[in-house]
Structures are given as structure tokens and as C-alpha cells.
């Protein structure tokens, strides 16, 4: 069976987890994953001692036995040849996604990949090739498709309550400018923030313009349209704003004449892509990591009956669209089509945390589904079709904002 046709590998009894880059987002994986049942953390890899130490030291204060450790930039090639792994965890920066992911599918192991899974398109097809052949699960840790909005949103346009859609937005708007400076260890500027690893995001927005970061706004979006099932993404345009914000940001905080003001960054503050679909629907996908204003992934779906739109959550249904449903009216709709997943789980996810519980509810979905035999949520195929926009928006931004096809994956 392929994964069109949802593929199941054979269920698994226990799940042995093997981790790459125990940064922020890796420690906080270790710490979930080990309130799972049937689920172990048994091997980590990271460039850092320091990070695989605490690894193992949360895995200690868990009264979990310890994992084996891998050092080095290529040690997850190591971590996948341990007998002691079935999945590959990849949590590292996003340029070690790719090479991880397929490492781990060529040596039998499934690939349970972060946003996004591929940095370009050549890779989105090496994955979509390496897992078709190797018969092993990719798995995109898109964690928003499990947000609790989105999967009330899901509900919504998979019961028809919104008609016919029509036109989706998404984005990942989020404040990371301090982010992007602060230091790894006590962070020399700024006390409160734990920095990223070598600033390994602000080195790739220093040589990429376009939207290196479309998933948290797209996936959930193209979950309401079907698409790759009854629908797909056929091209994209993409324009950029000039970049400013990180050049103010650094201005203000080290002083204008301060090689982090004069450094030069490529990405925009603001990009904005839009997909149209085979199906003749619109995408509008927005990426903003440095410009002074509150988060947001917009998330809104229109359709033939109405619409539904996030930060705040609101909704309007014809014969009333005119205005938002009341607060009561929305509480009442949120019940009528509250998700089985949200019904079932999200209690304990918002108590074991991560993103409010959807960390944990994807972690518990992918685990389940592994422990079952059954096929994911999201294939090889989502994660190449979400995460192409990398390379499509900095390609369609470099033209003039030119039309993009978007390769069809699944052929
Ligand atoms: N889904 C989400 O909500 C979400 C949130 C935050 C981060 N992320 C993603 O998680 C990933 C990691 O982000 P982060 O914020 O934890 O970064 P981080 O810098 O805090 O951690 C990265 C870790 O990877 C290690 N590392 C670097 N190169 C490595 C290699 N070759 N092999 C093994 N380990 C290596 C670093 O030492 C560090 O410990 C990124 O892809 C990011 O986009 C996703």
C-alpha cells in the first residue's frame, strides 16, 4: 500500500525515540514524550555536551533510565544506526531537517521531522522519494494543525458549516528580534531569553529573503481545503517588504554603529505569498519575525456560508454574516463542533503543555497512530507540499514576484 492510499507500517508494541538537537525545542520533546505510554526516549543527539547532559538529566528527574548519547554534527547518523531507536525525533536547526530525515528512513527508522521538514524543493523530494522507497513514515511535527482553534476550524469546514470554501490566510507573526540576538547559555543581553544555537535563525534570514517559514499558517489551512486529497496547491506569488526591523531592533539595542546594525539581512519584515489552488481557492500565507506587534497566525477560512477567523477567535454564518456571533452563540457552535480529538485529549494535553497542549496532543496523535498500525495524519507528501514554499517564495520574490507552480508530490 502507498501513502496515497494510507499507508500503515507494522504497529509497533513500544516506541523507541531517538532525539537530534536537544535545544529548546528537543528538551521540551524529551519531557513529553516520556509521559506517553508505551513511548521511551532511548538515544539523543546534539553538537553540545552540555545539551545531551540535560537530556539526560531530564530524563533522571523523570526516573527514566538514561539515553545513549551521540556528539557531533553528523552524530545522527550514528543515533539512527542504534538498534535501540525506531523513530527519529528531529528537533535541530532547519538545515540538518532534510539530511536527518532521510538518514533515519534509509537506515528503517520512521522521521518524525520539525517545521518545516525541507529547506528547497530538491529535498521536499528527496524525502517524498526516500520514504516511498524505505516504506517508513515521514512525520511533520506541525503542532498547529492540533491547536484547539484549528481543529474546532476543521470541524467546521469538514461538516459543511462554512459551504463551499473559498479563500484561506494563515501566518507565523511573532516578535523574534530579541530572540534572534540572545545567547544559548545565561544570554548575555537579554536575562530572561535562552537563544538559539549558534543563531542559526538570524544567520538564514541574514542570506534568504521569502517565507522560510510557512508551515504554522499554511498546514492548517490546506487540512480545511483537502489539500492533497480532493484538492491541491497549484502555484504561488510572492513579494517581500524591504527589510528594516532588524536593523532598528539592533540600532536600538547595541548602538547604531554596532556591527549587529551594520550587519546586511535579506529577509523582508514582511512577506506575503498567495497560492491558488487546483480548485480555483486563494492562500493568503504571511511571515513577519521582526516587526514590533502582537502574535498572530491569522488563521481564517472563508467559505459560501460564512467565516471563521483566529487572534481573536470569531465566527459569522449567513443568515446573519454581517457581524460575529455573540460570545455565547460561539461557545455553543464551539460545543456543537468541538473535535474528538479536542473532546478526548485535551485536557491532559493543556496540563502536560507545550504551545497551550498542542505539542502534546500531535505527540499523542502521531505515537497512537505508530502503536495502532494505523496511517498518519499527515504524510510525506503534506510536509513536502507545506514546507516547498521556503524555496517557491524566495524564487517567485527574486523574479519580480513571478507565478511559481508548486510541484505536484504526489503525482
Ligand atoms: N513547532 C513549533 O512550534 C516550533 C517551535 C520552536 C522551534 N521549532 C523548530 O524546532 C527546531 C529547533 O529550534 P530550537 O528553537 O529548539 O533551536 P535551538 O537552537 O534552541 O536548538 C537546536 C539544537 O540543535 C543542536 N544542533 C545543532 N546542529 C546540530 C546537528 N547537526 N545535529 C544535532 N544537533 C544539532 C544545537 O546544539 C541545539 O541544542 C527548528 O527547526 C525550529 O523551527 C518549532
New binding site residues.
Partial sequence: MSFKDGFRAPPLKRIRVGI????????CAVKRLIKIPDVEVTAL????DF?LAEGNDALANAGKPPAETYL?????LRLADSPNVDVVYI????P??AP?AVAAMERGKHAAV???CAMTVEDCWRLVETAERTKRHLIP????CYGDEELFALNLCRSGVLGELVHGEGAYIHNLAAENFAE?DGCKYFTAL?????R??LKWNAVHDGNP?PT?GLAPICKYMDVNGSDRLDYVVSVSSRQAGITAFAARQFGASSPEAMDTYRLGDVNTSIFKTAKGRTIMIQHAVSSPRPYSRINLISGTKGILSGYPLKVALLPDSDKWLQETELAELRKQYEHPFVKESWELAKKVGG?GGM?FLMDLRWTACLKNGEPMDSTVYDAATWSCLTELSEKSVAAGSIPVKVPDFIR
Fill in positions: 537530534v538537537g536537544i535545544g529548546r525545542r528537543g528538551d543527539s546534539d553538537v553540545e545539551r557531533g554534527a553528523d552524530s545522527y528537533t535541530a536547526p532547519w540538518v531537517h536527518a520539525e517545521v518545516p511535527l506541525e503542532n498547529c544559548v535562552r537563544g538559539s544555537w549558534d542559526w535563525r517559514y504554522h504551545h505539542d
